[in-house]
C-alpha cells in the first residue's frame, strides 16, 4: 500500500513539475525521485538533496550513508537506451566537478576521505521505468570507473 502512495505521488509531483519547468528539469527530477526511493529500499540514508557548495560550482543528486560509507550519488535518467546506459555521460569533467563538491561537503561535515564512494544510478524512464546501482563507480585520481550495476 505504501509502494502504491509512493508511486501515485511521484507521478503526481511529475506532472506538475512537466508543467512548471521544461521538460528535461522535470524527467531528471523524476528519475531523481525515483533513485531517491530506491536507494532507500537498498537500505541508504539520504541525508542530502542536490547539495550545492558555496564555494565551488557544481551539484551532488543525493548524499547518502550505506553503512558506515558516505555516499556522493550522481543521477543519470534516460528515456531510452539507444546511445547507451545514461552513466557514461558521466565523464572526466562531471567527475571531477563532483569530487570538487564533494570535498567542500565533507570539509564543512568534517567528515574524512577514508569511508567515502561515488555511486551512479541509472535511471530509464521506460513503464515501469528501471533502477540500476553502480557502486563505488569511480575514485578520486583514478581513470577507470567501475560498470557492474546492481540492479532493482
Same mark, same amino acid.
Given at each position: 500500500?505504501?509502494?502504491?502512495?509512493?508511486?501515485?505521488?511521484?507521478?503526481?509531483?511529475?506532472r506538475?513539475?512537466r508543467?512548471?519547468e !521544461?521538460? &528535461?528539469?522535470?524527467?531528471? @527530477?523524476?528519475?531523481? =525521485? #525515483?533513485?531517491h526511493?530506491?536507494l532507500?529500499?537498498?537500505? /541508504?540514508?539520504?541525508?542530502?538533496r !542536490?547539495y &550545492?557548495?558555496?564555494s565551488v @560550482?557544481?551539484?551532488? =543528486? #543525493?548524499?547518502?550513508?550505506?553503512?558506515?560509507?558516505?555516499? /556522493?550519488?550522481?543521477?543519470?535518467?534516460?528515456?531510452?537506451?539507444?546511445f547507451?546506459?545514461?552513466?557514461r555521460?558521466?565523464?572526466?569533467?562531471?567527475?571531477?566537478?563532483?569530487?570538487?563538491s564533494?570535498?567542500?561537503y565533507?570539509?564543512?561535515a568534517?567528515?574524512?576521505?577514508?569511508?567515502?564512494?561515488?555511486d551512479?544510478v541509472?535511471v530509464i524512464l521506460?513503464?515501469?521505468p528501471?533502477?540500476?546501482?553502480?557502486?563505488d563507480?569511480?575514485?578520486?585520481?583514478?581513470?577507470?570507473y567501475?560498470?557492474e550495476?546492481?540492479?532493482?
Amino acid at each position: 500500500m505504501i509502494g502504491l502512495l509512493y508511486r501515485l505521488s511521484d507521478r503526481l509531483r511529475f506532472r506538475i513539475l512537466r508543467h512548471l519547468e !521544461n521538460p &528535461r528539469m522535470a524527467l531528471g @527530477h523524476r528519475g531523481e =525521485d #525515483l533513485a531517491h526511493r530506491f536507494l532507500q529500499h537498498q537500505g /541508504f540514508t539520504v541525508v542530502a538533496r !542536490n547539495y &550545492r557548495p558555496r564555494s565551488v @560550482h557544481g551539484e551532488i =543528486d #543525493l548524499v547518502a550513508w550505506d553503512g558506515d560509507w558516505l555516499v /556522493f550519488v550522481e543521477v543519470k535518467s534516460r528515456s531510452v537506451t539507444d546511445f547507451g546506459e545514461p552513466d557514461r555521460a558521466v565523464d572526466h569533467d562531471k567527475r571531477a566537478s563532483l569530487i570538487r563538491s564533494a570535498t567542500e561537503y565533507l570539509r564543512r561535515a568534517g567528515v574524512g576521505w577514508e569511508k567515502v564512494r561515488f555511486d551512479i544510478v541509472n535511471v530509464i524512464l521506460s513503464d515501469p521505468p528501471s533502477v540500476t546501482l553502480v557502486k563505488d563507480a569511480f575514485h578520486p585520481g583514478r581513470r577507470y570507473y567501475n560498470t557492474e550495476p546492481l540492479t532493482s
